[in-house]
């Protein structure tokens, strides 16, 4: 049987689990896309895999994929159903997994990332990336962090949505006090603050804050950090963006870390 | 008089230079919008600005812009052919500016940054962005890089458009032998690297090469380097985003001329 409407009933279900993220949390599921992050879907978490007629014509290489199981949608629906304006052909649902904050907090010399409120899906992929690559050992966002499973979001992470362990907190700066708690140095990327953040010691465990691409942390979460840094601008520029800050202090511990 | 309608020809004309890069480099003109973008353009490249009868109304902070000869718009028709999705209600034709590669390479202490066919215009501004904040000195461009004048990459270069000296060059390579002969230690960012890029003196004068987003430097732009390095990166991530990875770099620069 081969698909070949959009309003299809599984259609409809892809086109709210990319367009709603209410849908998305009410279900716990979102939509992956492209034959790399499809592949590299847990198999124990993959619902239900799609892909366009023409897809399957070109035999492409499957990672590994077993596509027995897939629905087969006509190549039109399929692209308007897609998020992407060249889709490869491939999508799937999948289902939702985050981590325990306990967890997150109970490993050894780790090196944190608390986002609060970061607003743009792309920048939150890209330091989702980031955090991999630096060697990050968790995200914890505030409640109010755009979700994680937009499909922007998933695509700027380049896979490492199924990598870097994440959580979504309520309670923003209790978590930040229990990290503390843990032995875990705080510092809030701030532009009040006086020290640099390259004169501090990364080597022991440390989380990093970053606030809102326009406001900055809240000042009852900047009030929360062990220490303010600030990352010193030359010119007339009044702050960097959020995804390029975080990266700067992520790599400055890798850097520490590895000498 | 308050232009009423999208047809008219001067709003025709906007639209043509948001939309067209060609029409950008024809006229060798561009759109800037918002408030602040409009105030920071340097008072003898300013054409025209184009106001909102709401943004009148509302009597804003003009931060010293002169709006005795603005052209009055219409609300709806000043939203229909805005860029942004919540306009402020002010734009400006303005004139274009490069900076000659002459003056770029005469500067001493150099920290410059070459570009490769840089595709996202967010990406793009981002990056300019960042280099101010890292105090690079100059951004040197290949001939198929995106356009600086695109509507994204302005909003995204926070107004350092007008403050960080560029340039679009014809022959990528040849511009970076130029660069090296006048001293400057030109490194590309590539994944055959084998040195770490925090194993290296920035403290003279240093270029970095940035390539492409999805294929990085083209094999004859890094054979043209001084010297390869890596950003290394934990877990299974096979690249950085290329804001992210010059931010990286520009910053490690940064840290060590103000150890």
């Known amino acids: 049987m081969v698909i070949t409407s959009t309003s299809n009933q599984q259609m409809k279900h892809i086109k709210e689990l990319l367009n709603k993220g209410k849908e998305r949390r ?12 499809v592949a590299e879907t847990p198999r124990e978490r993959l619902e239900k ?13 499957l990672r590994g994929l077993d596509l027995s199981e897939a629905v087969i949608v006509q190549d039109q629906v399929f692209r308007q159903i897609s998020d992407t304006q060249t889709p490869q052909g491939i999508m799937a649902i999948v ?25 743009d899906p792309g920048n939150l992929g890209t330091i989702m990336r980031t955090a991999e690559g630096a060697g990050v050992t ?12 937009n499909p922007k979001t998933i695509r700027a992470t380049m896979g490492s949505l199924y990598r870097m362990p994440f959580v979504y907190v309520d309670d923003f700066c209790d978590t930040v006090h229990q990290a503390k708690k843990k032995g875990v140095c705080v510092y809030a990327a701030h532009l009040k603050g006086t020290e640099y953040y390259d004169r501090k010691d990364y080597r022991q465990s440390v989380g990093f804050m970053i606030g809102n691409e326009g406001n900055g942390l809240t000042k009852e979460a900047a009030d929360c950090a062990t220490d303010y840094i600030r990352i010193p601008m ?26």
């Open 95 to 119: 289902r939702q997994s985050e981590q325990s904050l306990e967890n997150i907090l109970a490993q050894e010399d780790t090196l944190l990332l608390f986002l609060e409120n970061i607003q």
């Open 138 to 149: 968790g995200l914890i966002m505030s409640r109010d962090t755009v979700d994680i499973y």
């Open 234 to 259: 030359s010119g007339q520029l009044e702050s960097l963006n959020a995804a390029v800050a975080a990266a700067i202090l992520m790599y400055e511990a890798r850097r520490q870390r590895h000498l």
């Open 26 to 37: 009410k279900e716990k599921l979102f939509v992956a896309e492209g034959i790399r992050m």
């Open 49 to 61: 895999i799609y892909v366009s007629e023409s897809f399957l014509r070109n035999q492409p290489d």
